[in-house]
């Protein structure tokens, strides 16, 4: 089984994207490598890869089984008892996250407290013990994504065992209790750890806490936006350099004692699960942890076995401890940036480099369909800036801050530095939108890769490789089919127009949060600043689609929850020309936008057709100030239907519509002001002959909408209607052979 146990690896793998996220391709790439084992026609290897593959089967399907039958029911009003460790807190003004598990079933779950009291927030900031609380909330399941290219945290938390949490949660009784082995005392040093480094300098507690104990603060990479545009991720995730300068720290010390090497061996291998415990158990350390167990196993058996097959090893055994570890992106970049490693440990250190970057690039371009091509730079240059500069300085800045913090403060003024370096190259033109790649192209291209690792003089599969690319780009950026999309942004509306071969792209609306001033305590006051919805949504979707630039983007009318999140949309998608109601044009927060970005503000009345579109305007009839009774309406015919926007317009400006079109039909309408009784008007609906409406509200606004006398006005003209509320993404695509209605979440 020498250099054969990749094979039993791989049918792990397969298995595991087949049954733990239901892909269907993974049973194609199955079936190959089952064929390719038997073309071997090495017995040993075919039976192991069956013993393997039926093994890993039943554990990932029991896996499945045991988080399916833990989802908890849906409870408005539900009380538990929860044991939580004192590193799992993040506390930020009068808001927690706690991450415990239930005493009766001991099930993992993820609470959302609102703190009541400034005692509450400075024992769950300050505790070192484990606690026992109760708390009451709204208990549901993960919340799943509503977009399209929207991070799913359903499914991200699922592949850490969690499938439930406790909303709008409050602490009933509260109570530390001493640690109960091991596991426990290595979470409380851990807290008593990050406390500690609290009281360290800016960037050296930053880099200290990401670079040592694996705690990523919530604010860390909106503070570093140039680490995750240069695509540095995986040197600020801890892995393996770490477990290599762990192993030579302890390896060190229990040498100088003069134990022999076997019995050193033993002890980094007890010595390394709990540093992964220490560490967070981040699932990037697991591989790392695994390979360095394996490497102590053979220095006590005096095996020698191949770098590839202790790979394939940390990979079947990564998926024993980590089930899901290669259903996120972290879990595969790290194997296969190792695998990267084996394969091209014969090349220079510059075409080695290069040829890693470009394995990173299918996985990148799938999840996060942008690469920077500075981050080629980037990487050269600060891969061994890394680990024979940063993380040893860090170790020594943390170590010495008691006794020289002259040394620390050094260090810290050098990580500013580099800080300073990475967001200056982070913010250079360089970026490219590529959309997300295909699969397939995704797969054959990560396989050209690392074949180029081994043959890097093959100019056919450099070749190949190229096509793959410039393939998957063309399939992405001149699609065959338009689209009109609402997109959920909550309490809000943003709709996405876009015709075949991407000859227009328009944004109708960018959604926004209403902001409510409210009157807050110091203590209750928050650090961290949250994503905006455009970020969370929007951009996702659009550079999803490799759309970086939209050809005009449409203000329907002021309020913030239609044009609130403009500012955050631009900074990453620019635009030509805005269109705004008349009136509209002089508001002063456009104006400063426009002298930063440099955008056409373009006045519009009825009836005007906006230009370079298809998009005709049927209000507003006079200049307005932007209310919504100034609301700028559009209609256009995509594929066989015709639409009608109607922003947050009232019954009274639909009635102008009425007598200013009478003969106007509409298959499609966008529902005014979010279903609110204050539009559509039973009269509207029965003259334009409507067939399908369109509602765009937050699931359990506070306004209530869609109303109560919406729906039944509706209902009574036998009118159809989604809702984002309820169906999530609400897409309609068409080309000249078909139209197709396509909802994220099905009813």
Same mark, same amino acid.
């Given at each position: 089984?020498?250099?054969?146990?990749?094979?039993? *690896?791989?049918?792990?793998?397969?298995?595991?994207?087949?049954?733990?996220? =239901?892909?269907?391709?993974?049973?194609?790439?199955?079936?190959?490598?089952?064929?390719?084992?038997?073309?071997?026609? #090495?017995?040993?290897?075919?039976?192991?890869?069956?013993?393997?593959?039926?093994?890993?089967?039943?554990?990932?399907?029991?896996?499945?089984?045991?988080?399916?039958?833990?989802?908890?029911?849906?409870?408005?009003?539900?009380?538990?008892?929860?044991?939580?460790?004192?590193?799992?807190?993040?506390?930020?003004?009068?808001?927690?996250?706690?991450?415990?598990?239930?005493?009766?079933?001991?099930?993992?779950?993820?609470?959302?407290?609102?703190?009541?009291?400034?005692? #509450?927030?400075?024992?769950?900031?300050?505790?070192?013990?484990?606690?026992?609380?109760?708390?009451?909330?709204?208990?549901?399941?993960?919340?799943?994504?509503?977009?399209?290219?929207?991070?799913?945290?359903?499914?991200?938390?699922?592949?850490?065992?969690?499938?439930?949490?406790?909303?709008?949660?409050?602490?009933?009784?509260?109570?530390?209790?001493?640690?109960?082995?091991?596991?426990?005392?290595?979470?409380?040093?851990?807290?008593?750890?990050?406390?500690?480094?609290?009281?360290?300098?800016?960037?050296?507690?930053?880099?200290?806490?990401?670079?040592?104990?694996?705690?990523?603060?919530?604010?860390?990479?909106?503070?570093?936006?140039?680490?995750?545009?240069?695509?540095?991720?995986?040197?600020?995730?801890?892995?393996?350099?770490?477990?290599?300068?762990?192993?030579?720290?302890?390896?060190?010390?229990?040498?100088?004692? &003069?134990?022999?090497?076997?019995?050193?061996?033993?002890?980094?291998?007890?010595?390394?699960?709990?540093?992964?415990?220490?560490?967070?158990?981040? =699932?990037?350390?697991?591989?790392?942890?695994?390979?360095?167990?394996?490497?102590?196993?053979?220095?006590?058996?005096?095996?020698?076995?191949?770098?590839?097959?202790?790979?394939?090893?940390?990979?079947?055994?990564?998926?024993? %401890?980590?089930?899901?570890?290669?259903?996120?992106?972290?879990?595969?970049?790290?194997?296969?940036?190792?695998?990267?490693?084996?394969?091209?440990?014969?090349?220079?250190?510059?075409?080695?480099?290069?040829?890693?970057?470009?394995?990173?690039?299918?996985?990148?371009?799938?999840?996060?369909?942008?690469?920077?091509?500075?981050?080629?730079?980037?990487?050269?240059?600060?891969?061994?800036?890394?680990?024979?500069?940063?993380?040893?300085?860090?170790?020594?800045?943390?170590?010495?801050?008691?006794?020289?913090?002259?040394?620390?403060?050094? %260090?810290?003024?050098?990580?500013?530095?580099?800080?300073?370096?990475?967001?200056?190259?982070?913010?250079?033109?360089?970026?490219?939108?590529?959309?997300?790649?295909?699969?397939?192209?995704?797969?054959?291209?990560? &396989?050209?890769?690392?074949?180029?690792?081994?043959?890097?003089?093959?100019?056919?599969?450099?070749?190949?490789?190229?096509?793959?690319?410039?393939?998957?780009?063309?399939?992405?950026? %001149?699609?065959?089919?338009? #689209?009109?999309?609402?997109?959920?942004?909550?309490?809000?509306?943003?709709?996405?127009?876009?015709?075949?071969?991407?000859?227009?792209?328009?944004?109708?609306?960018?959604?926004?949060?209403?902001?409510?001033?409210?009157?807050?305590?110091?203590?209750?006051?928050?650090?961290?600043?949250?994503?905006?919805?455009?970020?969370?949504?929007?951009?996702?979707?659009?550079?999803?689609?490799?759309?970086?630039?939209?050809?005009?983007?449409?203000?329907?009318?002021?309020?913030?929850?239609?044009?609130?999140?403009?500012?955050?949309?631009?900074? =990453?998608?620019?635009?030509?020309?805005?269109?705004?109601?008349?009136?509209?044009?002089?508001?002063?927060?456009?104006?400063?936008?426009?002298?930063?970005?440099?955008?056409?503000?373009?006045?519009?009345?009825?009836?005007?057709?906006? *230009?370079?579109?298809?998009?005709?305007?049927?209000?507003?009839?006079?200049?307005?100030?932007?209310?919504?009774?100034?609301?700028?309406?559009?209609?256009?015919?995509?594929?066989?239907?015709?639409?009608?926007?109607?922003?947050?317009?009232?019954? *009274?400006?639909?009635?102008?519509?009425?007598?200013?079109?009478?003969?106007?039909?509409?298959?499609?309408?966008?529902?005014?002001?979010?279903?609110?009784?204050?539009?559509?008007?039973?009269?509207?609906?029965?003259?334009?002959?409507? =067939?399908?409406?369109?509602?765009?509200?937050?699931?359990?606004?506070?306004?209530?909408?869609?109303?109560?006398?919406?729906?039944?006005?509706?209902?009574?003209?036998?009118?159809?209607?989604?809702?984002?509320?309820?169906?999530?993404?609400?897409?309609?695509?068409?080309?000249?052979?078909?139209?197709?209605?396509?909802?994220?979440?099905?009813?």
């Amino acid at each position: 089984m020498q250099h054969r146990w990749i094979f039993p *690896a791989l049918v792990a793998a397969c298995l595991s994207a087949l049954i733990l996220a =239901q892909q269907r391709w993974a049973a194609i790439v199955l079936l190959v490598v089952i064929i390719r084992i038997v073309l071997l026609r #090495e017995r040993n290897v075919l039976i192991v890869s069956l013993i393997v593959g039926g093994i890993m089967g039943l554990w990932f399907y029991a896996f499945d089984q045991r988080l399916t039958q833990q989802c908890l029911p849906d409870m408005d009003k539900a009380t538990l008892e929860l044991h939580v460790q004192p590193d799992e807190i993040q506390v930020d003004g009068d808001y927690a996250r706690v991450t415990g598990s239930t005493l009766q079933h001991s099930q993992p779950i993820i609470v959302y407290l609102k703190l009541q009291k400034q005692a #509450e927030q400075e024992m769950l900031s300050n505790v070192t013990q484990p606690m026992l609380i109760t708390v009451t909330g709204k208990l549901g399941r993960v919340n799943s994504a509503t977009n399209i290219g929207e991070f799913d945290a359903r499914e991200y938390f699922r592949g850490q065992g969690i499938t439930n949490t406790l909303a709008k949660a409050k602490i009933t009784t509260i109570k530390t209790v001493p640690p109960n082995g091991l596991n426990d005392y290595l979470h409380c040093w851990r807290k008593q750890v990050i406390l500690t480094f609290e009281k360290l300098p800016k960037y050296l507690r930053f880099y200290g806490e990401t670079l040592i104990l694996g705690y990523v603060r919530a604010d860390f990479y909106q503070e570093n936006q140039g680490i995750k545009e240069l695509g540095l991720l995986h040197l600020f995730s801890i892995s393996g350099f770490q477990v290599t300068y762990f192993i030579i720290f302890v390896g060190f010390i229990l040498r100088r004692f &003069g134990w022999w090497q076997e019995i050193v061996a033993i002890l980094i291998c007890i010595a390394l699960p709990m540093y992964f415990i220490f560490s967070g158990s981040v =699932q990037s350390l697991v591989r790392a942890v695994i390979m360095g167990m394996l490497a102590q196993i053979i220095i006590v058996s005096r095996k020698r076995i191949g770098k590839l097959d202790a790979w394939s090893w940390a990979l079947i055994l990564g998926m024993c %401890v980590e089930p899901a570890v290669l259903l996120n992106l972290g879990g595969q970049l790290s194997y296969v940036l190792a695998l990267s490693l084996i394969y091209g440990r014969h090349l220079c250190y510059a075409v080695h480099v290069l040829l890693m970057n470009l394995v990173s690039v299918p996985l990148l371009l799938f999840h996060t369909y942008q690469w920077h091509w500075l981050a080629l730079l980037a990487n050269f240059c600060l891969l061994p800036l890394f680990s024979l500069v940063v993380l040893p300085l860090t170790i020594l800045g943390v170590v010495v801050f008691k006794y020289f913090p002259v040394i620390s403060y050094g %260090v810290d003024t050098m990580l500013k530095g580099l800080n300073w370096l990475i967001a200056f190259l982070g913010n250079l033109p360089g970026k490219i939108v590529y959309g997300q790649l295909p699969l397939i192209l995704a797969l054959i291209c990560l &396989g050209l890769t690392l074949h180029l690792l081994s043959r890097v003089t093959s100019w056919r599969s450099w070749w190949l490789l190229g096509v793959c690319y410039v393939l998957g780009f063309m399939i992405i950026r %001149v699609p065959n089919t338009g #689209e009109v999309t609402f997109i959920d942004v909550g309490q809000g509306d943003s709709i996405f127009i876009r015709t075949p071969q991407n000859q227009e792209k328009t944004l109708i609306d960018t959604g926004g949060r209403v902001e409510f001033a409210q009157e807050k305590a110091a203590w209750q006051q928050r650090q961290q600043v949250g994503q905006r919805i455009v970020e969370k949504v929007t951009i996702p979707y659009l550079f999803k689609q490799g759309i970086a630039r939209l050809d005009q983007i449409i203000l329907t009318h002021a309020d913030a929850d239609h044009m609130g999140d403009l500012a955050t949309l631009l900074q =990453q998608v620019r635009t030509d020309k805005i269109y705004v109601g008349a009136g509209m044009e002089k508001l002063p927060t456009l104006v400063q936008l426009q002298r930063r970005y440099h955008f056409k503000i373009v006045a519009i009345m009825a009836p005007q057709q906006l *230009a370079n579109t298809q998009l005709q305007a049927l209000m507003p009839m006079k200049v307005g100030k932007g209310k919504n009774e100034d609301s700028l309406v559009t209609t256009a015919v995509f594929g066989n239907q015709r639409f009608l926007f109607m922003g947050d317009l009232d019954q *009274a400006g639909e009635k102008m519509i009425m007598r200013q079109y009478p003969m106007l039909r509409v298959d499609v309408l966008k529902l005014g002001h979010h279903g609110s009784k204050t539009s559509t008007a039973p009269e509207f609906v029965k003259q334009i002959k409507l =067939q399908l409406a369109i509602i765009s509200a937050g699931r359990n606004n506070m306004y209530g909408h869609p109303h109560q006398d919406t729906i039944t006005t509706l209902e009574a003209e036998h009118v159809q209607y989604v809702s984002t509320a309820k169906n999530g993404m609400i897409s309609y695509r068409w080309s000249r052979k078909y139209t197709e209605w396509r909802t994220m979440i099905s009813e």
